[in-house]
């Protein structure tokens, strides 16, 4: 298993892939619809979606904690 230090970049990175993965199948599948071409467009617009994932996921995620931190006991 992993060291705990590295638990901060392993939940940035499961939780960018786990995101940008989602969103980016669900999104190209209701813009562009199913059909032969389908897992092209998906892994073209994933290849943009997974960076974006990760950078806002290292910004937004200590705001998000230090929020939870005051809001609960």
Partial sequence: ????K????LFIFFMGLGMSLL?????TYINTGYDEFYYK????AWS???PVAM?????VAPIVQKF???ITK
Avoid: E, G, H
């Avoid at 298993?1 to 705990?4: C, G, L, Q, S």
């Avoid at 590295?6 to 970049?9: A, E, H, I, P």
């Avoid at 467009?41 to 073209?44: E, I, Q, S």
């Fill in 48 to 50: 943009i979606s997974l």
């Fill in 55 to 59: 950078i806002a996921t290292t910004i």
């Fill in 6 to 9: 590295y638990s901060n970049l």
């Fill in 68 to 70: 939870v931190d005051k």
């Fill in 23 to 27: 969103m980016t199948l669900i999104i």
């Fill in 41 to 44: 467009r998906f892994l073209k």
């Fill in 1 to 4: 298993m992993f060291n705990k």
